[in-house]
């Protein structure tokens, strides 16, 4: 049985203009163009990374 919680992540903002380290880390998370969702694992790690972009996606 999958008892693994997920998230589902949804780009709403641009990364155009932003750190490179925050385009990186978009593209971490899966995520390509406005409105694209990715669905991850709920880790500590993909947490931090949702954190430190919360101005550019939302969850879903």
């Not at 008892?3 to 990186?24: F, M």
């Not at 669905?39 to 949702?50: K, Q």
Request: proline residues 3%.
């Amino acid at each position: 049985m999958s008892d693994k919680k997920t998230l589902t992540v949804k780009l709403v903002r641009s990364p155009i203009g932003c750190k490179a380290s925050h385009r990186a880390t978009v593209r971490g998370l899966g995520l390509r163009r406005l409105n694209s969702q990715s669905t991850l694992e709920d880790t500590p790690a993909v947490r931090g990374m949702i954190n430190k972009v919360a101005y550019l996606v939302l969850v879903v």
